[in-house]
């Protein structure tokens, strides 16, 4: 019996649930809707505990590129980028990073064009969790941090923090009331992390987005996994340092939040994730005016 059907009793995925959404992502789970991936690692990366990993296709290209150079920038070569097209696969190549292409049972799927928001965009992000499965097997720790976002720092020299203290996940603080930000998550390889990672692959709900339903997952099993998150002055998210007209509407309930961090002089920041927008072009412009656009 593997570690999570120990304490599936306890999940939303095994009970009736009166959150609308706990009870669509049940009624996926059960269904099983999920793509058949595989990869193989193209040659040999730097053999650490820690391993970095993205994923993108044509539509994120731009985005994909500009991350990987600034992984280079803060001279850490222990990553791996998954991507999902042949095309873009031969271009990240040519620009010398590290990148394995993802083997698809309907390869049309990988490369079409995905929108924010659509089924397929919610189907193509839920592969990462196959993806942090797989390299969770080979290394202590997987750390997957989505394209559209940028590294100021050497994270492998924040990594130790973390160690030895008996985390399992390590999440982004997102401020609103869906708080593991799922666009830089830290796992720490246990058999629970890697049950939990193809659970969640196989149960992919293209209405949920995945940030949802880990949140939802981590919710309906309290003291199973211990989790914690990255401080938001090294690690803000979109709403905390881009400019307000660059973003969604902020709630005003955030403005506080957004307000300390601005007025932080002590703050160092080592990572940004330009999230709480929309649009790729917004999302480049947005980079670019803070100085972040790397290619």
Known sequence: MSTFDQYANRSIFSQQSTNKNATQCSQNNKKGVHPSTSYQMPHPIPKTDLLFICCFDSGSRELGLNHLQSLKNQNIDNYMAFVADKATYDIVKKHGFHCTLADHSNQSYL???????TPNFTEFVF???????ECLKKHKAVWYLDVDTVVLSDLNEIYPEYVGKGYDIVFQNDIHQ?????????????QKTLDMTMH??????????DQHYVNYFLQANPGVFKT???DIYRFP????????QDLIPIPPEFMEQKNKFKENQQKVVAFV???????????????????????
């Open 178 to 190: 869906i708080q593991n930000c799922t666009g830089c998550q830290l796992y720490f390889s246990s």
């Open 237 to 244: 998210n979109g709403l905390l340092y881009f400019d307000d």
């Open 111 to 117: 490369t079409e064009q995905k929108h924010f928001g």
């Open 228 to 230: 914690t998150m990255f």
């Open 127 to 133: 592969l990462r969790y196959k993806f942090i499965h």
């Open 273 to 295: 994730h330009a999230n709480w927008m929309v649009g790729i072009d917004t999302k480049i412009n947005a980079m670019k005016k803070k100085g972040h656009w790397y290619i």
């Open 200 to 209: 969640v692959f196989k149960g992919m709900n293209r209405e949920l987005p």
